[in-house]
């Protein structure tokens, strides 16, 4: 089977999201073909999941303080800081039956390839239910998944490298004291690429390596191409109407 692959770099937040949902609107009409993208936030960023209420996760002052974006993810799961990480996404067709109907069988399928992508940088890891990979017992990859207009959209975060403090001066703890407490937590939970392999590796090395990931795992030929003039378009109107609009983001 084939698949496009689009690599579109560092964007913001809002042309993130607003680019993962026209794919996925335009696989589900059968536009597009079955899509990954691997790409990466500039500025930093703060997604807060569907079901979540803004200002009760996010301080929104330190966000523009830091300069960094916040939104609203169409996909549930908790708030996430995006910066030194590739993130990718995947628009499948449900009638493809390359994904499973089952959410658990389907998230595990899908972090297969993150799974083979780690292995390609000598990184040896395994999926935890429902949706995190783990590298030595520390959280390494997560993901989050909706499933609309027949088609599975699921994306999620690989760490390249982590700065914990300033992921928890971004979100909202109820003291300082807590804060401390969950920093080291989280260092304790978590790791990155750079960590585990005690070098920096390049974001292009890590997106070589999730592509070849992705096409053996989910055995499929991973053909580059670009977004259509049509998906810029809904993109454009989607970043404009929902990602960068405070009814969406403030909405609960």
């Known amino acids: 089977m084939r698949c496009r692959l689009l690599l579109t ?17 335009h696989v589900g009409q059968g536009i597009s073909p079955p899509t990954i993208r ?35 993810r169409i996909t549930g799961g908790g708030a996430v800081f995006h910066e030194k990480e590739v993130t990718y996404s995947i628009s499948i067709p ?10 658990l069988e389907s998230y595990k399928v899908i972090c297969g390839g993150i799974i083979e992508g780690l292995k390609e940088l000598g990184i040896s890891s395994k999926f935890v239910p429902l949706n995190d990979i783990i590298v030595e017992g520390k959280k390494i990859s997560g993901s989050a998944q909706t499933r609309r207009n027949r088609t599975v959209l699921q994306h999620g975060t690989v760490l390249i490298d ?3 403090a300033k992921m928890f001066s971004l979100l909202i703890v109820p003291s300082e004291k807590l804060k401390d407490k969950l920093i080291s937590d989280v260092k304790e939970r978590v790791t990155s690429i750079n960590s585990v392999l005690r070098r920096e590796v390049a974001f292009e090395d890590v ?14 030929e991973l053909e580059e191409g670009k977004l259509t003039s049509n998906e810029m378009k809904l993109a454009q109107e989607l970043i404009r109407d929902r990602y960068k609009n405070p009814e969406w983001n403030h909405r609960r």
Request: net charge negative; glycine share 8%; aromatic share 10%.
């Open 9 to 25: 770099g560092h964007n913001d937040g809002f042309t993130n999201m607003g680019i993962d949902e026209s794919i996925m609107i």
């Open 38 to 72: 691997l790409y990466g936030w500039l500025p930093p960023a703060v997604s807060i999941g569907y079901f979540q209420g803004l200002e009760e996760e996010v301080d929104l002052d330190m966000c523009k303080n830091l300069e960094t974006d916040y939104l609203r």
């Open 94 to 103: 449900e009638a493809d039956r390359l994904i499973p109907d089952n959410v």
């Open 162 to 164: 982590t700065d914990v």
């Open 207 to 220: 997106v070589f390596a999730l592509a070849k990931g992705f096409e053996r795992s989910l055995d499929i």
